[in-house]
């Protein structure tokens, strides 16, 4: 697509706007899944809350930045809405991939500290089973856990089936 060159600066900033608040939101999931980690095996998270929000806010800028850079001096056409260098394009899912991977190791854990939890109480009701299974699947989507299958699709055009489903 034309991007007038009065829009195109704009629209560049909105682009890299938008990548950094969905880096944010997958730095957040799994700030997210920390907080809930550390509370299950410690007895308090509130003294690591400014680690956490740093996480959150700060380290998107560490891979929106140089991908803006990187944008700039080798791909600067348009409105940047298009990845045609791949390698451009990795600087900012490599992270995303990583907050991924960070949060269903994290989800692993948890369900492995309940399950243990409930044996530890060795309670036979099956409401405390149903609500072992219930936080377990709100857990899912909280920690994205639901991004480990659709990690690895494409995002750009054609159409394999994964990407499909996605």
């Known amino acids: 697509t034309a991007v007038s060159p009065q829009a195109g600066p704009a629209c560049r ?3 890299s706007l938008a ?3 969905v880096g944010a939101n997958y730095a957040w999931a799994m700030a997210e899944g920390l907080f809930l980690l550390r509370l299950l095996v410690a007895t308090s998270g509130r ?3 400014p680690a956490f929000l740093l996480l959150g806010w700060g ?3 560490l891979f929106v930045v140089p991908w803006v850079v990187l944008r700039y001096l080798y791909e600067n056409e348009g409105c940047w ?3 045609e260098k791949v390698v451009v394009w990795w600087v900012i899912r490599c992270p995303i991939l990583v907050a991924v991977a960070v949060n269903f190791v994290v989800f692993v854990r948890i369900v492995r500290i309940l399950v243990a939890k409930v044996r530890a109480h060795q309670v036979s009701r099956g409401d405390t089973r149903l609500r072992l299974a219930r936080s377990t699947l709100t857990l899912i989507p909280l920690l994205g856990v639901h991004e480990v299958v659709f990690a690895l699709a494409g995002e750009g055009e054609g159409g394999g089936g994964l990407r499909l489903a996605r």
């Open 59 to 61: 380290v998107p800028v």
């Open 13 to 15: 900033v909105a682009q």
């Open 81 to 83: 809405e298009r990845n």
């Open 19 to 21: 990548q950094y608040c």
């Open 47 to 49: 003294r690591c809350v």
